[in-house]
């Protein structure tokens, strides 16, 4: 079955870096444009970034372009979001999802808490 | 950017009756691009329709969706216990977006 992990969230101090890693499983991941989407506490979706099967391309939202960075190894079958520069108002659960028709797929979510 | 708007915020209501949920974009949506997803508190969301009025896998036929242009609807026929949740609506071409959501609360 398809399974995607998060992993690599924690708290890091305004202005720090972290590098967030989606294990994929269950379904040929080189065949498939992949999404971070994130969600602040107690708030609604908001979409990250995409990256097509390729790695062709990447998009980002505005909030994040020039501060975040996708990227993607189809031999290891993961997904990553280096963030940089990080912001109280980039706490956060983040979200790895699958793209299809829709978001068919998504992991549990890594939290990332921004705070000093 | 497309906005989404989601009405009403909270929806309040019985289980066996009807849910209905609108999503109003800021301009037109393609209908294959239009997606509707549940969330659970503590869970990732889970997608429900796709398409505009497409059931995702596993999903029950409770569910429905339709609308086009800047319209959209989710209608689940007869709410059951466990679809008391947030709903949300999606864009999901070029540069996605969600709509604010739409909680339904048991009355």
């Known amino acids: 079955q398809v399974q995607l992990v998060e992993s690599g969230g924690g708290v890091v101090q305004p202005g720090g870096s972290l590098r967030l890693s989606c294990a994929a499983s269950g379904f040929t991941f080189s065949s498939y444009g992949m999404h971070w989407v994130r969600q602040a506490p107690g708030k609604g979706l908001e979409w990250v970034s995409f990256?097509?099967?390729?790695?062709?391309?990447?998009y980002y939202a505005d909030s994040v372009k020039g501060q975040f960075t996708i990227s993607r190894d189809n031999s290891k079958n993961t997904l990553y979001l280096q963030m940089n520069s990080l912001r109280a108002e980039d706490t956060a659960v983040y979200y790895c999802?699958?793209?299809?028709?829709?978001?068919?797929?998504w992991g549990q979510g890594t939290l990332v808490t921004v705070s000093s | 950017e497309i906005v989404l708007t989601q009405s009403p915020g909270t929806l309040s209501l019985s289980p066996g009756e009807r849910a209905t949920l609108s999503c109003r974009a800021s301009?037109?949506?393609?209908?294959?691009?239009l997606a509707w997803y549940q969330q659970k508190p503590g869970q990732a969301p889970r997608l429900l329709i796709y398409g505009a009025s497409s059931r995702a896998t596993g999903i029950p036929d409770r569910f429905s969706g339709s609308g086009s242009g800047t319209d959209f609807t989710l209608t689940i026929s007869r709410l059951e216990p466990e679809d008391f949740a947030v709903y949300y609506c999606q864009q999901y071409g070029r540069s996605p977006t969600f709509g604010q959501g739409t909680k339904v609360e048991i009355k």
């Open positions: 990256i097509p099967y390729d790695g062709s391309n990447k």
């Open positions: 301009q037109s949506v393609s209908t294959s691009y």
């Open positions: 999802c699958r793209g299809s028709t829709g978001f068919d797929y």
